[in-house]
């Protein structure tokens, strides 16, 4: 099974819960991501306008996982 996740940066626009956030990619697309699980369970906080890396799957461009917070 190959991993065929696209990876991108975006920034981090609103807070909609503690896990998912409105995120505007490097290409100036709006998209929903949750927190992945091994962010969680070391409790990464995800602040408004963090730099993150987004995980999305080819199938649906419109969600995301958020699978690092850039220093």
Do not use: W
């Not at 975006?10 to 998912?20: D, H, K």
């Not at 697309?29 to 906080?45: C, D, F, N, Y």
């Not at 963090?50 to 996982?65: A, I, M, Q, W």
């Amino acid at each position: 099974m190959a991993n065929d996740n696209i990876q991108m940066q975006g920034v981090v626009t609103e807070t909609i819960n503690s896990n998912t956030h409105k995120v505007r990619l490097e290409n100036n697309v709006e998209i929903t991501a949750h927190i992945s699980g091994k962010m969680r369970l070391h409790k990464i906080q995800i602040l408004q306008g963090d730099t993150v890396t987004v995980e999305l799957s080819p199938y649906d461009l419109t969600c995301g996982r958020i699978t690092y917070r850039n220093k």
